[in-house]
């Protein structure tokens, strides 16, 4: 179901990350993947809200309330009711992910192309609450290897492979 649930949502994560500079669709399979319990959540399933998006004083569209809970204190969770954003489909759910992030506070995001640092970046600009969202994140992108699916650029791309190459020469000398 895991893999099922990344395979549907990645092509559309893909198309639409660079109409918002956003290079690691890594991070943001991740996050769909954690956020929606791999699209089995309700929030996921009935309202496309992939991300755990509540809904906000600016937030215009539709909404559905939920039981959440929330780690303000390292190790307790406090279960509160919010509203979430409710969107009529998945291209939808994932394309208010990328609105979402234009807000101010996640400007930071742009153009970022390690995943490790998107993750912990998102987290401090108050993404989640969790404590150890970061190397959740982390895991999941290393767990189903989603960084197949960022957007590297051309320079990284070559620098990259040259240190491919680099590392398989010495292999060779060993």
């Known amino acids: 179901m895991s893999n099922k649930f990344i395979e549907t949502i990645a ?14 669709c890594s991070s943001v399979i991740a996050q769909a993947c954690i956020e929606s319990n791999f699209g089995k959540s309700d929030l996921a399933s009935k309202h496309h809200n992939y991300f755990g998006m509540k809904a906000g004083d600016k937030w ?55 995943y490790r640092m998107f993750n912990s970046l998102i987290k401090d600009d108050g993404w989640a609450t969790s404590f150890t969202y970061t190397e959740t ?9 989603l960084t197949d699916y960022d957007h590297l650029s051309f320079e990284e791309k070559v620098a990259d492979s040259k240190k491919s190459l680099d590392d398989i020469a010495n292999e060779v000398i060993k």
């Open 11 to 24: 092509p559309i994560v893909k198309e639409i990350a660079p109409d918002y500079n956003i290079l690691c």
């Open 60 to 114: 215009k569209g539709k909404t559905a309330e939920y039981r959440t809970k929330e780690e303000y204190v390292k190790g307790e969770l406090k279960t509160i009711t919010a509203s979430f954003r409710s969107y009529e489909t998945e291209r939808e759910g994932i394309i208010g992910y990328f609105e979402f992030l234009q807000f101010p506070r996640y400007h930071n995001l742009r153009g970022v192309s390690d």
């Open 137 to 145: 994140l982390n895991k999941i992108v290393e767990k189903y290897r």
